[in-house]
């Protein structure tokens, strides 16, 4: 029996050590660890590697370990590099400012690290700035219990936010500090029915040939899911989101962001329903939401799908490139 025992933990060894550095103690499988995303990790990646769609093992099943534990992932661990492991990468991505190609590369794996590494935050409050702030104003926008700006920064709406939301769940009240209990609750309700928010109606300006009527169709579908090349009420990937809003007006636009950019005719002054251009993954438009007023646009994001977000957002402001308006 002792000599069996020997011959396993030299193949567990053996198995992952192209994959990965370990820790004491080794984990060698998931479905024999039954791996807990509340538990701490006790390894890193190796950032030498590329994890791409289509890969399979134990590189895959750790990945998929991690961005669920973080939320990010919300499917079985199984090991295959498919769709629903792509995306939760991408949105990893786009929250920490990486480039959005849904491959865990070498700055993917290291933020990973960077992040088992740090101390998890027992709480988060009034001052503090970041994109776990901003992954939490986004989650409480979709559950519809925030209407700010999603820019990272725990304000006196966020705080606000955070007091109903402890009040709706019978969360221990801690006067507007997000606990780690409290952080964890929000990041896996999947319940997207919380209370009307009242969105301030916005003014139409007269220069504008598309009227608020996109926008009350825009706001039809806030929470529904990002799909990579999604074109339906099930899930939209940015431009798939735009044409179908349009289309319901009865207004034909192209698929792609590009063919909508150009498409459009230049404005130098914002009006409600422009629609709104950013250079993300790739040099020229490649991102496009629907202006909504008050600094703010809609549009279907790769961490919370159809959502509200700001022009004045760190991330946003340094990656807009202009609007055009349709019609």
């Known amino acids: 029996m002792k000599k069996s025992n020997v011959t396993r ?72 590099y498919g769709p629903q492991t792509q ?27 960077d992040i088992i590494l740090k101390p998890k935050p027992k709480f988060l409050g009034l001052g503090d700035e970041g994109p776990e702030v901003e992954q939490i104003q986004e989650k409480l926008m979709r559950l519809n219990y925030y209407n700010g700006k999603i820019d990272g920064i725990f304000g006196k709406v966020t705080e606000s936010s955070i007091i109903s939301y402890q009040e709706k769940y019978k969360i221990v009240d801690t006067k507007g500090l997000a606990t780690e209990e409290t952080i964890d609750h929000i990041l896996k309700n999947k319940n997207i029915k919380g209370p009307t928010i009242r969105i301030k109606k916005v003014q139409v300006a007269s220069t504008n040939s598309v009227d608020s009527s996109i926008i009350s169709i825009a706001m039809n579908y806030l929470g529904v899911p990002y799909v990579w090349g999604g074109t339906s009420p099930s899930g939209f990937d940015c431009s798939g989101y735009l044409q179908y809003v349009f289309a319901e007006k009865g207004i034909t636009i192209p698929r792609t962001v590009a063919g909508i950019w150009n498409h459009g005719q230049s404005v130098e002054k914002l009006s409600v329903g422009d629609v709104v251009f950013f250079q993300t993954y790739k040099k020229g438009p490649s991102h496009a939401g629907i202006y909504i007023g008050n600094g703010n646009f809609i549009h279907s994001g790769l961490s919370n799908g159809i959502s509200i977000a700001s022009l004045d957002s760190n991330y946003w402001k340094s990656r807009y490139l202009g609007a055009k308006r349709i019609g």
Do not use: C, M, W
């Not at 538990?39 to 590329?50: A, E, K, S």
């Not at 289509?54 to 590189?59: E, L, Q, V």
């Open 9 to 80: 933990e030299a193949l567990v060894v053996t198995s992952i050590a192209a994959g990965f550095f370990f820790g004491a103690p080794l984990v060698a499988d998931a479905s024999e660890q039954n791996l807990d995303p509340t538990q701490p990790n006790t390894y890193q990646f190796n950032t030498n590697q590329i994890l791409r769609y289509g890969h399979t093992g134990y590189s895959v099943r750790f990945l998929q370990f991690e961005l669920k534990k973080q939320n990010f992932y919300y499917e079985t661990i199984d090991g295959l």
């Open 87 to 113: 995306d939760a990468v991408r949105r990893f991505q786009k929250l920490y400012d990486l480039k959005i190609d849904g491959i865990a590369g070498v700055e993917t794996l290291q933020k990973l690290n």
